[in-house]
C-alpha cells in the first residue's frame, strides 16, 4: 500500500486530534509519554506552560512525573513500562 500523505494527515483523517509539541518540550521527552486510560497519560514533568494549556484544552489529564534521572539515559514515562493487560470495567 503506498500513502501520500503524511502520518498527521492520515491520523487526523481517522478522527484523532493532533497536539503540537515544541522543540524545546521535545528534547525533554514531552512525546514519551504513556496513556493510562482514555484522555489520561503519565508524562514527563517540567514541560512548557504552553504544552501543558494544549493538553488541557483538549481534555487530556496528564499525570506529572520527576523523570529527571530516567531520561539522563535517553528514556522517559512509555520507556520505563512493560504491557498491561486491562481487565473491562465490567468484570
Not at 517540567?46 to 481534555?59: E, H, N
Not at 496528564?62 to 486491562?86: F, N
Amino acid at each position: 500500500m503506498i500513502f501520500r500523505h503524511s502520518f498527521v494527515e492520515y491520523m487526523r483523517g481517522r478522527g484523532f486530534e493532533i497536539i503540537p509539541i515544541d522543540h524545546e518540550d521535545e528534547m525533554h521527552y514531552a512525546n514519551n509519554y504513556l496513556t493510562i486510560a482514555p484522555r489520561h497519560i503519565m508524562a514527563v514533568a517540567g514541560q512548557s506552560k504552553a504544552l501543558q494549556q494544549r493538553l488541557a484544552d483538549a481534555g487530556v489529564t496528564v499525570e506529572w512525573i520527576p523523570l529527571e534521572s530516567l531520561i539522563d539515559g535517553y528514556g522517559a514515562a512509555h520507556c520505563m513500562t512493560q504491557v498491561l493487560k486491562r481487565a473491562s470495567a465490567k468484570q
